[in-house]
């Protein structure tokens, strides 16, 4: 009787969720040193997550700072559920090109750091997308060298998808982890094998790193389909975002120890602590993102200055064989050697120094291991009540067609926990 139970609780298990954080990162080409501070995302206000609409505009913005206007393209690709290439032909994809020139471009004004500041607004005349599914636009240089890519959602929304979030049942996580309950309403759309044909993504803070896949639905009722499990769509809800503004950049404002103009601007941050072992202490925050701004100037787009931001992380010894990396969406959620965190065995800390604009930015310390597995938890801790926003995405691909659509998009705030 136990081995049948066994077998059974596996085969249950194997329906269920896998974690996908490679894929997307294996798409995703990282730039070079130059050029700074991407930003793709709807036109909405307090929009950040490239999750964007059928037809809704959006932007992408960056800067080089070589300062030297290069002639850039960009070229968008449509990619399945699995983030490889669906093999479409472009024409499938898009009206117009696959590929043009970034016209809107200008050269930073009064800036101690020079540089370029690229803009190209989606859809524009030359170019729509036409179907809903994965993208990856690409920044293309004038010797035909991908720059830089990054992946983008479009969708039209043909359900409707209700999002919950719960307080972990099992015992031993009930403090540290949250529990994402969702359900499918599809009276409109007709779905002849739901498990075959509806797949599911599930994002914490918007964070490509920490997609859960594969989930199958638990329950089907009529036109609805019922992801209720109550321990196994579990994210550790770690903690509330750090952060710092350097949106007064020759002034120590919030979490700036000081501030420095020497050849470029040095902004020095308050040495931070591991959160670990302390308490849970709400701290609001923009879940991971960042906001380009300043006071100085009107324009943060060619006005706004850049500095030499200085890390410190209180740690009485070396972690070993796992990096702490800075963590966050100004660069896309990415482990690279820019933000990864050198130990000084003398001063017992962490160090590191990124090169950003002025702005308010969320970050956090992660631990990673060497192939890439990521630990929100180790160093900062992990609390139910932090208020994290969960994101799910829908995906349908009926017997015979050819692509993944993206039907549907829910959220919640675990603000709202329900039990």
């Given amino acids: 009787m136990q081995f049948y139970k066994r077998v059974i609780s596996f085969l249950i298990l194997s329906l269920f969720l896998t974690e996908d954080i490679v894929a997307q990162q294996n798409a995703t080409v990282q730039p070079p040193s130059h050029i700074k501070s991407i930003i793709l995302k709807p036109l909405r206000t307090n929009e950040y ?19 030297d206007q290069k002639s850039y393209s960009y070229k968008i690709e449509h990619f399945d559920y699995n983030w490889k290439s669906s093999n479409l032909n472009s024409t499938e994809f898009l009206n117009g090109f696959n590929d043009d020139l970034i016209r809107d471009f200008e050269n930073s004004f009064n800036t101690i750091q020079g540089y370029t500041h690229y803009r190209l607004r989606l859809p524009n005349d030359n170019i729509r997308i036409k179907i809903s599914g994965n993208y990856i636009i690409s920044v293309i240089d004038e010797d035909d060298e991908v720059v830089f890519t990054r992946p983008f959602i479009i969708y039209q929304p043909k359900v409707d998808v209700g999002v919950s979030a719960h307080r972990n049942r099992d015992i031993a996580t009930i403090n540290t982890k949250q529990n994402i309950q969702f359900v499918i309403n599809h009276p409109n759309l007709l779905v002849n094998n ?18 859960i896949k594969n989930a199958k639905p638990q329950f089907i009722r009529g036109s609805q389909l019922l992801y209720k499990y109550n321990s196994n769509i579990n ?12 949106k007064e950049i020759r002034n120590a404002t919030n979490n700036v120890a000081r501030s420095e103009l020497k050849d470029i601007f040095y902004t020095y941050l308050y040495l931070d602590e591991e959160r670990l072992h302390k308490p849970y202490t709400l701290n609001p925050d923009i879940n991971g993102n960042f906001v380009l701004r300043t006071v100085d100037n009107d324009d943060i787009s060619t006005e706004g200055d850049y500095s030499k931001v200085y890390f410190s ?6 972690i070993g064989n796992s990096s702490i990396y800075i963590y966050g969406d100004y660069n896309g959620w990415q482990l690279t050697d820019e933000n990864k965190m050198i130990y000084d065995d003398n001063t017992k800390q962490y160090h590191s120094n990124l090169f ?52 549907g998009v829910g959220s919640t705030n675990s603000e709202k926990l329900r039990n």
């Fill in 356 to 407: 950003l604009k002025q702005g308010f930015y969320n970050y956090q310390y992660i631990t990673a291991n060497k192939e890439g597995k990521i630990n929100n938890h180790a160093i900062e801790g992990s609390f139910y009540q932090t208020e994290n926003i969960y994101t799910v995405i829908v995906y349908h691909r009926p017997y015979g067609t050819r692509y993944d659509q993206v039907i």
């Fill in 194 to 211: 739901p498990s075959l044909e509806i797949k599911t993504a599930i994002y914490q803070n918007n964070d490509w790193n920490t997609v």
């Fill in 313 to 318: 992380l209180e740690s009485f010894e070396d």
């Fill in 49 to 67: 997550a490239p999750i964007i609409r059928l037809g809704e505009p959006f932007i992408l913005e960056f800067d080089d700072l070589e300062v």
């Fill in 235 to 246: 994210f550790w809800a770690g903690n509330e975002f750090l952060f710092f503004d350097t």
